[in-house]
C-alpha cells in the first residue's frame, strides 16, 4: 500500500505517519514545514519505506509528484492553532480551501482513495448535549476571522461530498475534537501543551476567559488507529466521523488537574480574551462529541484518561527540553 500523508511533519500527521509505516505501507509525507517539524519524523526516518517530500499543498506540482501511484491519501496540512487563524487569516483560508482542492484533483488523476481531516470547529456555537454529525454548523459573524477556519473547513467537506457524488472518488471524512499528545507544540495556542508547559516552568497557568469552556480532549494514540479503520471501511465514503475525548473538562479544571498530577506550585491567571487574541474573539463555550457513529464502525473508544494525557505531554516536553537541536531541512 502506498500512502500519503500530507501535514505529515505535524503533531497529529506524524503520529499517523508511525503508525502506517508499522502497519507495512510505504508512505509519503508532504509538509512545508510551516508548523510541522522534521524532528516530528525522526523515528520514521530510520524506515527505507519512507519518503519525505518539502512543499506545500497549494503548489499543484509538487502535490501531483507526491501522490503519484498512491493507493491512498490522508489529507492534514492546513493551517491550524487559534493565534496563526486570526493573525494570518489569508493564509489560513487559502490553505485550507485551495490546498484541499489541489488534494482531490490529484486524488482523482490518480483515482487514490482520500481521508479528509475536518474539525468540530465546524459545530461552532452549537452546545449540544452530544454532538452528532448531522448537528448544525452554527458559525458567527464571517466580519471576524476567527470563524474563516471553521468555515474553510466546512467547505472542504463539501468538496468532498462533491468529489464523491460527481466523479465517485472514494472521499471519507474524519472530524477532530481537540486531540492531544506528545509533539503538540503550545507555540499556536493549543491549551494542554501551553498549560503544561507552563506548569513545568512554574509559571503562571493562563486560562482565558472564565475558564468554565469546556472541551472533550482526546489522545492521539486513540485517534490515530481509528482514522485508518475509517478510512480502510467502504462504509466511510462521503460521510464525516467524529473522534473526540469521552470526559467534559472545564479549561479551569483541567488546569487544576495539570497543577495536581505534575505536582506544580504554579498558580492558575485569568487572562480576558481580547488580551489572549486581540478583540472581537469569540469562544466555544462548549463542545461535546458524540462517538456514537466513529464506535460502531470501527468501535472507537477514547480510553486514555485526561491524567494520563498530562503525564505523557509532560513527559514528552521534559524530553524535548533537553534533546539536541532538530535536525536540518533536506
Ligand atoms: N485556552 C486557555 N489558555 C491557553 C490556551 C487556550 O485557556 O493558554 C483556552 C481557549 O480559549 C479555549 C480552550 O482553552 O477555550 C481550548 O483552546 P485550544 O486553542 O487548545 O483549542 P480550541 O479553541 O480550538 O478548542
Not at 491519501?73 to 489569508?90: S, T
Not at 497543577?259 to 486581540?278: F, H, K, M, N, T
Amino acid at each position: 500500500m502506498r500512502t500519503v500523508v500530507t501535514g505529515g511533519a505535524g503533531f497529529i500527521g506524524s503520529h499517523l505517519t508511525d503508525h502506517l509505516l508499522a502497519m507495512g505501507d510505504e508512505v509519503v509525507v508532504l509538509d512545508d514545514l510551516s508548523t510541522g517539524s522534521l524532528t516530528n519524523l525522526d523515528a520514521a526516518s530510520a524506515s527505507p519505506a519512507f519518503t519525505f517530500l518539502l512543499g506545500s499543498v497549494l503548489d499543484q506540482a509538487v502535490v501531483r509528484e507526491a501522490v503519484r501511484d498512491a493507493d491512498r491519501i490522508f489529507h492534514l496540512a492546513a493551517a491550524v492553532g487559534v493565534h496563526r487563524i486570526v493573525d494570518d487569516p489569508l493564509t489560513s483560508l487559502r490553505t485550507n480551501i485551495h490546498g484541499t482542492e489541489t488534494v482531490l484533483e490529484a486524488a482523482l488523476a490518480e483515482r487514490a482513495e482520500l481521508l479528509i481531516t475536518s474539525t468540530s470547529e465546524i459545530y461552532g456555537k452549537n452546545t449540544a448535549d452530544a454532538l452528532s454529525e448531522d448537528a448544525d454548523m452554527t458559525l458567527g459573524s464571517p466580519l471576524l476571522s476567527r470563524w474563516s477556519y471553521a468555515a474553510a473547513k466546512g467547505l472542504d467537506e463539501a468538496m468532498g461530498h462533491a468529489y464523491w457524488t460527481e466523479f465517485g472518488l472514494p472521499v471519507s471524512i474524519v472530524r477532530l475534537f481537540n486531540t492531544v499528545g506528545p509533539r503538540q507544540t503550545g507555540r499556536y495556542g493549543m491549551v494542554v501543551p501551553n498549560l503544561v508547559g507552563q506548569a513545568l516552568r512554574g509559571e503562571p497557568l493562563t486560562v482565558y476567559g472564565d475558564g468554565h469552556q469546556t472541551r472533550c480532549f482526546s489522545y492521539v494514540g486513540d485517534v490515530v488507529p481509528a482514522m485508518v479503520a475509517i478510512q480502510e471501511a467502504p462504509a466511510s465514503r462521503c460521510d464525516a466521523f467524529n473522534l473526540g475525548g469521552a470526559l467534559e473538562i472545564s479549561i479551569l479544571d483541567l488546569a487544576a488537574r495539570i497543577i495536581d498530577v505534575l505536582g506544580s506550585r504554579s498558580e492558575v491567571v485569568l487572562v480576558p480574551y481580547d488580551q489572549a487574541y486581540g478583540p472581537g474573539y469569540e469562544d466555544m463555550r462548549r463542545r461535546v462529541p458524540d462517538n456514537a457513529k466513529s464506535r460502531a464502525l470501527v468501535g472507537f473508544e477514547a480510553r486514555t484518561g485526561i491524567d494520563e494525557i498530562i503525564r505523557l505531554v509532560a513527559a514528552d516536553q521534559r524530553r524535548r527540553s533537553t534533546a539536541p537541536a532538530p535536525s536540518p531541512v533536506p
